[in-house]
Nanobody, 120 residues
Framework: QVQLVESGGGLVQAGGSLRLSCAASRNIVSITAMAWYRQAPGKQRELVAAISSGGSTNYADSVKGRFTISRDNAKNTVYLQMNSLEPEDIAVYYC??????????????WGQGTQVTVSS
């Protein structure tokens, strides 16, 4: 079981920056991958960025060059640094932890979400 608590959302002007944090209840080194997803009103949840236990990262095309995902294993925390924010980035952002275990399968865990609003 993994509990995830997000923080750092809020209101920012277009072009501004925010940093989201996701604190996990267990050692994130043992978690296969952690990611940030977002869901805008009326749209499906989409992957924003992911980072593996080995440090490999992956980004949605819409955020490449603007967002950076990172992890602090000592703090069991994953971050999403968001720069050059646009109104199109408005959404609820969710932290996700994916555990892949041999003979057990895949378990996904989600945080409660944090709202990001960008004013134009």
């Amino acid at each position: 079981q993994v509990q995830l608590v997000e923080s750092g959302g809020g209101l920012v002007q277009a072009g501004g920056s925010l940093r989201l944090s996701c604190a996990a209840s267990r050692n994130i080194v043992s978690i296969t991958a952690m990611a940030w997803y977002r869901q805008a009103p009326g749209k499906q949840r989409e992957l924003v960025a992911a980072i593996s236990s080995g440090g490999s990262t992956n980004y949605a095309d819409s955020v490449k060059g603007r967002f950076t995902i990172s992890r602090d294993n000592a703090k069991n925390t994953v971050y999403l640094q968001m720069n050059s924010l646009e109104p199109e980035d408005i959404a609820v952002y969710y932290c996700n932890a994916k555990l892949v275990r041999l003979l057990i399968g895949v378990n996904d865990y989600w945080g409660q979400g944090t709202q990001v609003t960008v004013s134009s």
